[in-house]
């Protein structure tokens, strides 16, 4: 298993732009493809973004396409995710995860969890 503790929310304007991080610990963090999930209120947790072990591979959700990038930094063991061109349908609990899958964007294919950071946009 792998800790996650994900940093970098917070309040932004629409247009605005935020980056979240993901701190993991534990097991070896580039043995896991990484993955970004968001969850508003009311609504089912959605996939955002996800990075393969490398980092040579990413998908994300159209909804985000062009304006979220993820990244990570495997010797610092983190995870990113640059947020430009926010809008308030935006506005959700983002959560890190990790999986044993090469990529994958099914929730049940994550294993380890973060608590989650907020991210609000005001319009």
């Known amino acids: 298993q792998v800790q996650l503790v994900e940093s970098g929310g917070g309040l932004v304007q629409t247009g605005g732009s935020l980056k979240l991080s993901c701190a993991a610990s534990?097991?070896?963090?580039?043995?896991?493809?990484m993955g970004w999930f968001r969850q508003a209120p009311g609504k089912e947790r959605e996939f955002v973004a996800v990075?393969?072990?490398?980092?040579?591979?990413?998908v994300y959700a159209d909804s985000v396409k062009g304006r979220f990038t993820i990244s990570r930094d495997n010797a610092k063991s983190t995870v990113y995710l640059l947020m430009n061109t926010l809008k308030p349908e935006d506005t959700a609990v983002y959560y890190c995860?990790?999986?044993?899958?090469?990529?994958?964007?099914?929730?049940?294919?994550?294993?380890?969890w973060g608590q989650g950071t907020q991210v609000t946009v005001s319009s």
């Open positions: 995860a990790s999986s044993n899958k090469i990529v994958a964007r099914d929730r049940a294919d994550f294993g380890s």
């Open positions: 534990g097991r070896t963090f580039s043995s896991y493809a």
């Open positions: 990075i393969t072990r490398s980092g040579a591979t990413t």
